[in-house]
């Protein structure tokens, strides 16, 4: 029996390194994989992934891109609709297998559509004990600026592990 459960671990072990997942990245966010979303979102601000909202606030944003956080990030229209249907087909209860993607998408209320990851109740929470200096730095600037601390952010890791806040170090919950 203990030869099968080991011969057992060891195939889904080289079936998820095959297939590029892992058990750490079903902790974080699917990563974002879209070629067009990535080059145009991704060519001004980090690429969030799909998964860090419920679709209802991709709807949201992808309907007031003419004032993208004081910006015009207006597109196309097919292009628009395109990126859109990847960011709602991905969003946070869509993959709820994700272990961080659930807790965003537990944390926001049925009558919530909250137009940034930053005012959700599971980001604030997970945020709240930051001292605003180590923020408000050039090195960092804001909580929307994921990739300054979390050095695997891109890959869908936000591991308490992988966070490396500039001017401070390694994160230590106090």
């Given amino acids: 029996m203990k030869k099968l459960v080991i011969a057992s671990l060891l195939i889904a072990g080289s079936l998820l390194a095959e297939s590029g997942s892992s058990f750490e990245n079903r902790k974080g966010v699917a990563p974002a994989t879209d070629s067009l979303y990535l080059k145009e979102c991704g060519s001004c ?16 944003t ?12 207006s597109l196309e ?11 709602v087909d991905n969003s946070a209860e869509k993959f709820t297998n994700y272990k961080r993607s659930k807790k965003i ?12 990851i930053t005012k ?13 200096k180590l923020i408000e730095q050039k090195e960092v600037k804001s909580l929307s600026n994921c990739m300054a601390c979390h050095t695997k952010a ?21």
């Fill in 45 to 60: 601000h980090f690429a969030y992934q799909p998964g860090l909202l419920p679709s209802r606030s991709w709807v949201k």
């Fill in 62 to 73: 992808m309907e007031k891109l003419n004032d993208h956080f004081g910006t015009d990030a």
């Fill in 77 to 87: 229209p097919e292009e628009n609709k395109k990126i859109l249907k990847y960011l």
């Fill in 105 to 116: 998408n537990d944390s926001i209320g049925k009558n919530e559509t909250p137009a940034a």
């Fill in 120 to 132: 959700t109740g599971y980001f604030i929470k997970e945020h709240k004990g930051i001292k605003p």
């Fill in 154 to 174: 891109d890959k869908g890791s936000y591991s308490e592990r992988e966070i490396n806040i500039p001017n401070y170090g390694k994160w230590e919950d106090e």
